[in-house]
């Protein structure tokens, strides 16, 4: 299968699931979305033991939503867009394999959830990352209020959350929320050295020690996001933060 925005690329059973939009730093519209569900879908039906997310060019993991596309959306339109995000947040942290996000440059919003979503974060000196949906009048939409917890802590996501905190590479890794930190000139190596490691590993043990470690997490503080997420939709703050981002602006809140 081929895509415009996403590629998929093989090295034996490692799957590496690239976002491929560089010149908007690889931020998720709906048909790149869709494409890195199928994308995914594709890697699983392969047998992939590991999946690697990455994000084309020397800017961006994922830079987050397409903002764009998002400003103007009704509160049923919002409800799907975020439905869609969480289908594949949800097929990254579900998947049978391991997974590991390459987080090189800029991830945030969606990006900073598609992120958490994966087993493993393995990050560039020079990356930043942070859920910053605030400043747009609204909260993370991808699964960020329960993933982002889990991995920080309470207080540091609240200050995340509640203050659009972006962290750099070494503090995010102190809080948890990159496993490692490593030289943007080595980064692509490390992260093949260790797919590989990860590949090395007895599958279907590796499946079943996933799926112990997942049962811990419910789903009703996703379902309740999904709803407050949708319903802001529409309200002036999300309005005026939204359009004051795509007019590179101060926003005016209420």
Request: glycine share 10%; with cysteine.
């Amino acid at each position: 299968m081929e895509w415009e925005t996403v590629s998929l690329e093989w090295n034996d059973s490692i799957a590496t699931v690239t976002v491929d939009r560089p010149e908007a730093l690889n931020a998720l519209n709906v048909e790149t979305l869709e494409a890195l569900a199928e994308a995914i879908a594709a890697a699983e039906a392969g047998d992939a033991r590991v999946l690697v997310l990455a994000g084309a060019g020397d800017d961006a993991f994922i830079a987050g939503a397409d903002i764009k596309y998002m400003k103007d959306l009704s509160t049923p339109e919002a409800q799907a867009w975020g439905e869609l995000g969480h289908d594949v947040a949800d097929a990254l942290e579900q998947f049978p394999g391991a997974t590991v996000a390459a987080v090189d440059g800029y991830a945030f919003g969606g990006g900073c959830e598609m992120a958490m979503a994966c087993d493993f974060r393995i990050a560039s000196e020079s990356a930043l990352i942070g859920n910053t949906e605030i400043d747009l009048g609204i909260i993370p939409g991808w699964g960020g209020t329960q993933r982002l917890p889990r991995l920080v802590g309470e207080e540091t996501a609240k200050r995340m959350i509640f203050l659009g905190e972006r962290l750099d590479a070494e503090t995010a890794a102190a809080e948890g929320l990159f496993g490692e930190v490593v030289s943007d000139d080595e980064v692509d190596n490390r992260i093949e050295e260790f797919a590989a490691e990860l590949a090395s590993k007895p599958a279907v043990a590796l499946k079943a020690a996933k799926q112990a470690i997942e049962q811990r997490h419910g789903t009703g503080g996703l379902d309740y996001e999904k709803r407050a997420f949708a319903g802001l939709f529409g309200t002036h703050d999300q309005r005026e933060g939204m359009k004051a981002f795509v007019e590179d602006r101060t926003p005016e809140f209420e």
